[in-house]
């Protein structure tokens, strides 16, 4: 079992960066795979990245790629994502997610890979 509470969320301008954080509870999440999803106001939830236990392997959404960064410090418990040149369209709750131990592959890119979830945090960029 893994417990998610994500931080870093804010209201920037286009153009400026952010932090996420994950920290995790519990023993496995060093050996979870994590990601990051997103979910705007009237739209679905959809994947942003995601990072593989020993952080040997990430996979980004098109939208995201050469902007945002994903990483782990296994030590910490803390997953992070990284978020440079913002747009508007980046705005939504951003969530944290854990997969079940040593699952990973190219596509675990939807939420029915990751069984726990953090409650959120809220994202908004203005332009």
């Known amino acids: 079992q893994v417990q998610l509470v994500e931080s870093g969320g804010g209201l920037v301008q286009a153009g400026d960066s952010l932090r996420l954080s994950c920290a995790a509870s519990?023993?496995?999440?060093?050996?979870?795979?994590m990601g990051w999803f997103r979910q705007a106001p009237g739209k679905e939830r959809e994947f942003v990245s995601a990072?593989?236990?020993?952080?040997?392997?990430?996979i980004y959404a098109d939208s995201v790629k050469g902007r945002f960064t994903i990483s782990r410090d296994n030590t910490k418990n803390t997953g992070f994502l990284h978020m440079n040149g913002l747009k508007p369209e980046d705005t939504g709750i951003y969530y944290c997610?854990?997969?079940?131990?040593?699952?990973?592959?190219?596509?675990?890119?939807?939420?029915?890979?990751?069984?726990?979830w953090g409650q959120g945090t809220q994202v908004t960029v203005s332009s």
């Open positions: 990072i593989n236990w020993d952080a040997a392997g990430t």
């Open positions: 519990g023993r496995t999440f060093s050996n979870s795979a």
């Open positions: 997610a854990a997969a079940h131990t040593f699952r990973w592959g190219p596509r675990m890119s939807t939420i029915f890979d990751y069984p726990y």
